[in-house]
C-alpha cells in the first residue's frame, strides 16, 4: 500500500511561487496521482493530475496558468508548482493516489475514488 506525505506549505504573499512535494512509499508504478485542496468551510476540490506513465494531464480551471503538475518517477515524488498565487488558493493541499491501468481511466477518475491519501501541508496566501 502506497504511503503518501507532502512537504513545501508555507506562507506567502500574492504573487508570490510554491512548490508543493509528495513523496509516495512503495511501488510508484500505474497510479494515478492528484492534488487536492481544501479551505475551511468549504468541500475538498481537484487542483491537478496526472497519470504515473505519462500522457494527458488535468487542471483546474481556478489554476490553469499558474500551477504545474509534474514528477520524478526515479524519486516516486509528485509536484505542484505554483506560481502567481492569489489569497484564495490559502487551503491545505493533499496529494492523493488511485492505482489504475491507463491513462484513460485516470482520466475518468474523481475525488473519492480515490484510496491513498496523504496528510496535507498548508498554503497560506496573504494580499
Known amino acids: 500500500q502506497v504511503q503518501l506525505m507532502e512537504s513545501g506549505g508555507g506562507s506567502v504573499q500574492a504573487g508570490g511561487s510554491l512548490t508543493l512535494s509528495c513523496v509516495a512509499s512503495g511501488y510508484y508504478n500505474k497510479y494515478c496521482m492528484g492534488w487536492f485542496r481544501q479551505a475551511p468551510g468549504n468541500e475538498r476540490e481537484a487542483v491537478a493530475r496526472?497519470?504515473?506513465?505519462?500522457?494527458?494531464?488535468y487542471y483546474a480551471d481556478s489554476v490553469k496558468g499558474r500551477f504545474t503538475i509534474s514528477q520524478d518517477v526515479a524519486k516516486n515524488t509528485l509536484y505542484l508548482q505554483m506560481n502567481n498565487l492569489k489569497p484564495e488558493d490559502t487551503a491545505l493541499y493533499h496529494c492523493?493516489?488511485?492505482?489504475?491501468?491507463?491513462?484513460?481511466?485516470?482520466?475518468?477518475?474523481?475525488?473519492?475514488?480515490?484510496?491513498?491519501w496523504g496528510r496535507g501541508t498548508q498554503v497560506t496566501v496573504s494580499s
Open positions: 492523493a493516489a488511485l492505482s489504475v491501468h491507463t491513462s484513460a481511466v485516470c482520466s475518468e477518475v474523481s475525488l473519492n475514488d480515490y484510496l491513498h
Open positions: 496526472i497519470f504515473t506513465e505519462g500522457a494527458s494531464t
